[in-house]
C-alpha cells in the first residue's frame, strides 16, 4: 500500500522561507514532486523531478522554489524562498509510478503578515 506523507507546511511572512518534505512508502516512484491548489482556483503544477534528476517547475515559482530528492529514502523535497501571499495554498505531494499517480493528504502553506 502506497503512503504518503508530508511535513513542513506553516505560516509565513512575505519573503520568507519554507521547507516542504515528503516521504512516500510501499512502491518505487519514477517521479515525485509537488502540485499545490489555492482556495476556487484548480490544483497546479508546482514541481517535479524525476529519477533521473530531470526537474520541472511550473512558471510561477521558478527562480524562487527548488525541488530536490533522495531516492534512497524515496523522499522529496521542496525549498521555497522568496514567498509570496499569492503562493498561499494547499500544498499536495505525490508521486509517480507505471500506470498510477498517487498523492499526500496535503499540507498548509500560508504567506501573509
Known amino acids: 500500500q502506497v503512503q504518503l506523507v508530508e511535513s513542513g507546511g506553516g505560516l509565513v511572512q512575505p519573503g520568507g522561507s519554507l521547507r516542504l518534505s515528503c516521504s512516500a512508502s510501499g512502491s518505487t516512484f519514477y517521479a515525485m514532486g509537488w502540485y499545490r491548489q489555492a482556495p476556487g482556483k484548480q490544483r497546479e503544477l508546482v514541481a517535479l523531478i524525476f529519477s533521473s534528476g530531470g526537474t520541472n517547475y511550473g512558471d510561477s515559482v521558478k527562480g524562487r522554489f527548488t525541488i530536490s530528492r533522495d531516492n534512497a529514502k524515496n523522499a522529496v523535497y521542496l525549498q521555497m524562498n522568496s514567498l509570496m501571499p499569492e503562493d498561499t495554498a494547499v500544498y499536495y505531494c505525490?508521486?509517480?509510478?507505471?500506470?498510477?499517480?498517487?498523492w499526500g493528504q496535503g499540507t498548509q502553506v500560508t504567506v501573509s503578515s
Open positions: 505525490t508521486a509517480r509510478r507505471i500506470g498510477s499517480n498517487d
